[in-house]
């Protein structure tokens, strides 16, 4: 026995669609907001910098190296470059290891800095140094929302293919989407956390998530319409949701383990991406069922009054046709025979 059994639950889902609704734009309000007044923390794929790491002999402090640098100062394209601003993090495996962020450095302005750190803080092995001009990091944020738009047309296009040319189950899919990528972004913002290459993997992972989860769903809804074919479409969709949702539950919970696990114990390079992931699937398990299908019973309902008052139009011009007719007949019918002359008659009259 299933122990998330909702098949033979009476939840109204779709019937309160309202409250998940409000509660969806409420996220995308405050994630927008959150992007408008605080940004996202852009890592160095997206707008250029210098990471380098190195491994110091004696144990040093964040400060140490902080104070080491704040009176460097370079000359970089879009100014001077203050090594004061850098960030400075303390490796989490060894206190001995730094690692230090900041704008994109030449090659001889590198080693001017390494050369600064020796003489203030004595002897350091220089375990990697990697770089991103800024032209690049430009070129692959506008890559990555040309790929997200490039998904979002092919999804459309796919779901509208696979049910039956329904473009409202591809246009509920993207809208569903969408709302995953601002919430998720939004939240990126609002935790501060540094948007590179790992996040945007971990987004274009969570689209194709989301999808799967939503196909499931929509594909029980067209097998119930053919099965329960006296049952309303709202009904269909509420219980189509209910006989999927301990599907949707255990594939998530199975998701958030590996996740979690992989939060714990995959070390600070993966636990940026991990959070990503966690937020994601988590958001795409929502919007499949709470944001999709709404959206697919709100369409068909806007569809079926539309043709409902198409209908109701050419009932309405037939009908008003018919009055004319029948007018015209009653008025024939209203003229005397005394009244109707032939031109035999007019003429015997002169």
């Known amino acids: 026995m299933s122990f998330f059994n909702f098949r033979d639950k009476e939840w109204d889902v779709i019937g ?63 100014g001077d470059i203050h090594m004061s601003n850098a960030l400075i993090q303390q490796s989490q495996t060894d ?35 990697s770089g991103v001009g800024p032209t690049i990091g430009t070129q692959v944020s506008t890559n990555a929302a040309i790929a997200l738009l490039i998904v979002l047309g092919l999804q459309l296009i796919y779901i509208t293919i696979r049910f039956s040319n329904n473009l409202l189950y591809g246009l509920a899919v993207d809208m569903a989407l969408v709302h995953d990528i601002i919430v998720m972004v939004g939240l990126y913002s609002l935790l501060g ?29 067209r097998e119930n319409r053919l099965l329960l074919k006296t049952m309303t479409f709202e009904k269909l969709i509420n219980k189509s949701i209910l006989q999927t949702m301990t599907r949707s539950i255990y594939t998530l919970l199975t998701v958030v383990i590996c996740l979690i696990a992989l939060l714990a114990f995959g070390g600070a390079t993966l636990k940026n991406f991990a959070i990503a992931l966690l937020i994601g699937v988590t958001l795409g398990a929502y919007s499949s069922i709470f944001i999709a299908c709404p959206v697919v019973v709100m369409c068909e309902q806007w569809r079926s009054d539309k043709d409902t008052l198409k209908r109701e139009q050419r009932l309405a011009k037939l009908s008003e046709s018919k009055k004319k007719v029948r007018s015209k007949k009653q008025d024939k019918e209203k003229i005397p025979v005394s009244a109707i002359t032939t031109p035999l008659e007019q003429n015997n009259g002169q």
């Open 16 to 78: 309160k669609r309202k409250y998940f609704l409000i509660f969806s734009a409420i996220l995308v309000t405050l994630s927008i907001g959150s992007l408008a007044f605080h940004g996202m923390n852009l890592g160095l794929d997206f707008k250029g910098g210098t990471i380098c790491e190195v491994r110091f002999s004696n144990p040093v402090t964040s400060d140490d190296v902080r104070a080491a640098l704040k009176d460097i100062t370079f000359k970089g394209d879009d």
């Open 95 to 129: 206190s001995r290891v730094m690692i230090i962020r900041s704008k994109y450095l030449e090659e001889g302005q590198i080693q001017d800095m390494y050369k600064k750190l020796e003489a203030g803080l004595g002897h350091f092995e220089r375990l990697g140094t």
């Open 193 to 221: 956390l540094e948007a590179d290459s790992p996040f945007l993997a971990a987004l274009l992972t969570v689209v194709g998530y989301s999808v799967m989860d939503t196909i499931v769903i929509f594909d029980r809804v």
